[in-house]
């Protein structure tokens, strides 16, 4: 895919409203990605099988050998909170947390919510437990490895856990991106401690000149994995934020999805109008995983696009 992508193609901008019916669908960002998918599947496997061995082996070894599952759990577990995201397949249910949302002095909208910290914490909640259960099992053990260990982990592990989990919520930010029939709301809350702010900015669907989807680089790899951003660019020159950046790749939403939204709200009035509505969470609904799986195949067969309405 190039770097950036501007879509020219026709959206339904001029067409009546009985002839739109809705969004059309444009694979413009692979949807989903086999490795990661194969990752996802491959990990469960894992978990089931050691759900299968885990009772015999509790019964021959003890606390020992459940802790040591649990720690091997811990670690298969892990990647699976990031090959879930990847790989596509959590936009195959659309979230409960795309919602009709009310703004202050903007109205009633679709939320387009973020994927937040909920991972981490966990991941950092699990690693926390794990080793507290370890120092409290090992301790008694006498001087050898498995001790050692646990105590080590323990004085390193405990303060800088308790330390994580104490910064975020004293260091706080947050961007909140909703869809109006108005325009695009984003708020940005921060806090500093006892420092709050919530800076709200609304982006009229008038005042938008294109929209780009484009490639912003995964620092979390070693190698190319990039991921989708939506640069939203503005017609007016008087503002000191030219352009509105809505990163796609930590919605909660497919992003090929909410591209296509954009670009059927951007020049058709009537649309606009269903953001306000209840059901309006269904607009941002992707096709099936195997659609989608389908057409991810078909552009890199042909190097294309592939559409579904």
């Known amino acids: ?40 599947f491959g990990i469960c496997t894992v978990v089931v099988g050691l759900l299968v061995v885990a ?12 802790l040591t599952l649990l720690w091997l759990a811990f670690f298969v577990l892990l990647p699976l909170g ?4 990847m790989s596509g397949i959590g936009s195959a249910r659309l979230s409960r947390f795309v919602r009709r949302v009310d703004v202050a002095g903007v109205g009633a909208g679709l939320s387009v919510p973020g994927r937040g910290d909920f991972v981490a914490r966990a991941g950092l909640l699990a690693f926390a437990s794990v080793v507290g259960l370890s120092y409290f099992v090992f ?7 498995r001790q050692e260990m646990a ?29 109006h029939p108005e ?22 669907w008038s005042d938008i000149a294109d929209l780009r989807l484009e490639e912003h680089p995964n620092p979390a790899v070693p190698h190319r994995g990039d991921l989708p951003v939506i640069r939203v660019q503005r017609r007016s020159s008087e503002t000191d934020e030219p352009e509105l950046v809505i990163m796609a790749c930590e919605k909660k939403v497919e992003p090929n999805a909410l591209l296509a939204l954009l670009l059927w709200c951007r020049g058709n009035p009537w649309a606009r109008e269903q953001l306000g509505r209840e059901d309006a969470r269904e607009l941002l609904r992707p096709p099936s995983l ?17 559409t579904v309405q």
């Open 1 to 40: 895919m190039d770097a950036a992508m501007t879509d020219r193609e026709d959206t339904g901008a001029n067409t009546p409203a009985t002839a739109n019916p809705g969004p059309v669908w444009v694979r413009r960002w692979r949807s989903v990605h086999l490795g990661w998918l194969a990752a996802v």
């Open 55 to 66: 009772v015999p082996v509790i019964a021959r070894t003890g606390a020992g050998g459940l």
């Open 82 to 85: 990031m090959a879930v995201p």
């Open 139 to 145: 301790r008694d053990d006498g001087p050898d490895l």
């Open 151 to 179: 105590e080590l982990l323990t004085a390193i592990g405990a303060p800088a856990c308790l330390a994580w989990f104490v910064l975020g919520f004293v260091v706080v930010n947050r961007t909140r991106v909703s869809l």
């Open 183 to 204: 325009g695009i709301v984003r708020q940005i809350y921060r806090r500093r401690g006892w420092k709050v702010s919530n800076d709200v900015t609304v982006l009229p």
């Open 290 to 306: 195997r659609e989608r799986i389908r057409a991810d195949r078909a552009a890199s067969t042909v190097g294309g696009r592939s």
